[in-house]
């Protein structure tokens, strides 16, 4: 009786008949119906997730540990081989030659500047200095890809940005030396760049801070609707500081336009990725943050530039964040200050340097299209070392910045406290002038009031 009463209900209603809650419901009136718990668990386990907040999931009944070497690793992204041929022809961006040759000729002269600068410290003419050998393509493929106006927040081996934006040769010279035309005023360590006209936030030594700094800024941008989003560089090594938890958390919740760029290149100083984590990488991190992410081949410039352009369109159009890992390799030590040959050997340094070679890769790419070809290398390389070596002759000559700045350039009016400090300053300086090198410091014009 319940079972047709039930059926007249569910007609005149219009109802299907497979409606799956009301069908469950009038099974419990069928005659010779006996398994009430059998129907109650096909409801429950068929028709209803968890609702537990904060997680995506179904029930099961098996007794499983989710294990990271069950799953392939997410796939790297290429658009052409190591012999610069494009793999499918609806990758290749079709960028114009003139676009494909300043690329190139930004990561060549990048590469001839790390030599000359790298030598200069070893000759006791600059203080510090880091390469960027091995990882031109993760810098030039981003940089050509992002809006000029976008802003950008680099860890500390992100030159290669700056030259794309037009930093000039002298900048990087002045910068390196300190001296009184840093933009800097002499105050930062070398390659500590920083360029407000150009947008890059001025680099700091301490590991990851800018991460969250980013996040901020990115925030601001959605706020103010500017069509714009932030990208944020770092080394896979400083994705296990705290900070970069922190930022992608901030950046997921808080539905942030921010790229996130990882430049994994196998090493944090001298500790191999094999000993910072055992997770897939850093892309493997994104999900569980909620946040889109992807790995390319950081040693194809055009499959970085296709990337971080939809990258880019995703964190503007929709206000999220996207997390980049670029996998590449440092071919040169870390710093002026490190000896990597004590941590890894000479072979695997030179597999990389001479088989795959971003640099390489993409003047294959530009040949085989006619686009470049040994007269046109050798006339750059003459030109491109002249350049260089004639700012830094300049940079040298210069004078380091008038000590004074530390008490005028502090705010927009010096304090009496600074005042007095700076009487006293001077004064020592006048007694003791012989145990001082005066000479070799600008005088600034900088008013006392």
């Given amino acids: 009786m319940a079972s047709r009463i039930l059926s007249r209900v569910l007609t005149l209603n219009n109802f299907p008949k497979q409606h799956s809650k009301l069908q469950t419901f009038s099974n419990l009136f069928s005659p010779g119906h006996r398994a009430l718990s059998t129907s109650t668990k096909c409801f429950s386990l068929e028709q209803e997730r968890p609702k537990f907040p904060g ?23 290429r658009v052409m081989d190591r012999s610069g041929q494009v793999l499918q022809a609806d990758q290749d961006p079709q960028l114009p030659e003139e676009m494909v040759v300043k690329m190139y000729k930004s990561m060549t002269l990048l590469n001839t500047m790390d030599k000359i600068l790298y030598e200069s410290q070893r000759q006791g003419r600059i203080s510090f200095y880091m390469t960027n050998y091995g990882e031109e393509g993760t810098h030039i493929g981003s940089a050509a890809a992002l809006d000029p106006a976008d802003l950008v927040y680099g860890q500390y081996r992100e030159a290669g940005i700056l030259m794309w934006r037009g930093f000039p040769l002298d900048s990087f010279m002045n910068q390196c030396y300190g001296n009184e035309l840093d933009l800097g005023k002499g105050r930062q360590m070398p390659v500590h760049y920083g360029t407000k006209e150009l ?59 921010i790229i996130f760029f990882c430049r994994n290149n196998g090493y944090a100083i001298s500790t191999p990725t094999n000993e910072q984590y055992r997770g897939d990488g850093i892309a493997g991190r994104g999900p569980a943050y909620g946040i889109s992410s992807i790995r390319v081949d950081g040693n194809d410039v055009l499959a970085v530039y296709n990337v971080m352009k939809a990258a880019r369109d995703t964190a503007v159009r929709e206000n999220r964040p996207v997390l980049v890992e670029a996998m590449t390799y440092r071919i040169g030590h870390h710093s002026t200050s490190d000896d990597s040959s004590a941590y890894r050997s000479v072979d695997e340094v030179r597999f990389w340097d001479s088989t795959d070679h971003p640099i390489s890769r993409l003047r294959n790419y530009m040949a085989l299209r006619g686009w470049w070809d040994e007269a046109k290398e050798g006339e750059w390389k003459k030109q491109s070392k002249t350049n260089i070596m004639e700012s830094f002759a300049r940079a040298e000559k210069k004078l380091k910045p008038d000590w004074r700045l530390l008490f005028t350039d502090v705010y927009e009016k010096m304090t009496p406290g600074l005042k007095d400090q700076m009487r006293e300053m001077e004064e020592h300086v006048s007694k003791y002038k012989d145990h001082y090198p005066v000479q070799n410091y600008a005088k600034t014009t900088t008013p006392l009031e």
């Fill in 55 to 77: 997680s995506k999931a179904k029930w099961t009944e098996k007794l499983e540990f989710v294990h990271s070497d069950l799953y392939d690793g997410i796939p790297v992204y």
């Fill in 199 to 257: 947008n890059f936030v001025t680099i700091s030594s301490p590991l990851g801070t800018q991460l969250p700094q980013a996040v901020g800024a990115a925030y601001a941008y959605k706020r103010a609707q500017n069509g714009l989003c932030v990208a944020c560089y770092f080394g896979e090594g400083a994705a296990s500081e705290g900070d970069a938890h922190a930022a992608f958390n901030f950046s997921a919740t808080l539905e942030c336009p």
